[in-house]
């Protein structure tokens, strides 16, 4: 039997990279730059997926282009094809044991280090990266399929929630806190000795100075949300990218801060910081794991799910 050629298709990885770069930045010269490759090549590539499809993906408005209603569909199946020619490419990389994780700045400072050494323990070749920033840095970096899993504190807030897929991982509780002899608690509250924690007021602690975490930290969203909303008139006089920064600022008696209990748990025990209770006002959260539905789920993808859901 005379077996017939298939026809290979005609699309290049390099127009649909192309294609996905100017979906994302919305013009031919930003995605240039991003691809290092020259404006005129940019153009012509995207003309000529257009030309292969038979379809408009954008809409030029001046110097910008906005994706047509074509454009979806399409941007989602290239983005899965992009992704595993990745994959085939760093075929041996991933057999090997390659990983890129994402986490929030308290998760990625005081608990993704325990889960790293039990996922050494059971694959000592492992080839991991991890990068730590607030949470909406982190979604973005799996949007962008630079992450394969992530950590984060607050609720996930993709720019396309139909790509990401969340899991709710484990519960945490935000504390407000003081030195231990702060003068911003004398004369106020209550104090309990038996717990070494101060009772207050929503209205006490709204005349107190606080500390916070920069917007788009989870731990910002859940203080906006759970205790914020509560206090129109706190006095926020500082808003700090570093957890680190607010406790030793704190712990200087510059104010009152509100982190993660893992953050300041070993100044709790020392008797260094102190507790504050604020009656009425319950500051547990949810932290996610978070990944791109087209992200290639390796055998250590799945070795480090099993450890983080099973600890």
């Not at 991982?169 to 002899?181: E, G, I, P, Q, S």
């Not at 953050?263 to 932290?287: F, P």
């Not at 539905?293 to 859901?309: G, L, V």
Request: hydrophobic share 40%.
């Amino acid at each position: 039997m005379i077996k017939t050629a298939q026809t290979l298709p005609k699309i290049t990885l390099k127009q649909l990279a192309v294609f996905v770069s100017i979906y994302q930045t919305g013009s031919t010269s930003q995605a240039s730059e991003v691809l290092h490759l020259s404006q005129s090549a940019v153009s012509s590539a995207l003309s000529e997926l257009e030309s292969r499809l038979q379809m408009p993906l954008f809409e030029r408005v001046g110097r910008r282009l906005n994706p047509h209603a074509n454009a979806r569909p399409v941007y989602v199946q290239a983005q899965a094809i992009l992704e595993q020619s990745l994959t085939l490419e760093h075929y041996h990389k991933h057999q090997a044991g390659q990983i890129h994780i994402g986490a929030s700045t308290t998760i990625g400072n005081y608990v993704l280090p325990p889960l790293l050494a039990k996922l050494y323990e059971t694959l000592p070749d492992a080839n991991v990266d991890v990068y730590i920033a607030n949470t909406q840095e982190v979604v973005n970096e799996v949007e962008q399929l630079n992450i394969d899993i992530a950590l984060v504190e607050g609720m996930p807030r993709p720019n396309d929630s139909k790509v990401i897929e969340q899991r709710a991982w484990r519960t945490d509780t935000l504390m407000v806190f003081a030195k231990n002899d702060s003068k911003w608690l004398q004369d106020l509250g209550i104090y309990d000795k038996d717990n070494n924690c101060y009772e207050l007021t929503v209205a006490q602690l709204a005349s107190l100075p606080l500390l916070v975490r920069e917007t788009g930290s989870g731990t910002r969203q859940i203080i906006d949300e759970q205790l914020l909303q509560h206090l129109p008139h706190a006095d926020v006089i500082m808003a700090i990218q570093q957890s680190e920064a607010i406790k030793h600022m704190v712990s200087a008696d510059i104010g009152l801060g509100c982190l993660s209990q893992h953050v300041i748990q070993t100044e709790l025990v020392a008797n260094e910081l102190v507790q504050v209770k604020v009656v009425g006002i319950d500051l547990s959260r949810t932290w996610w794991l978070v990944w791109h539905k087209a992200r290639h789920q390796s055998p250590i993808w799945q070795s480090f799910i099993d450890i983080i859901t099973v600890d």
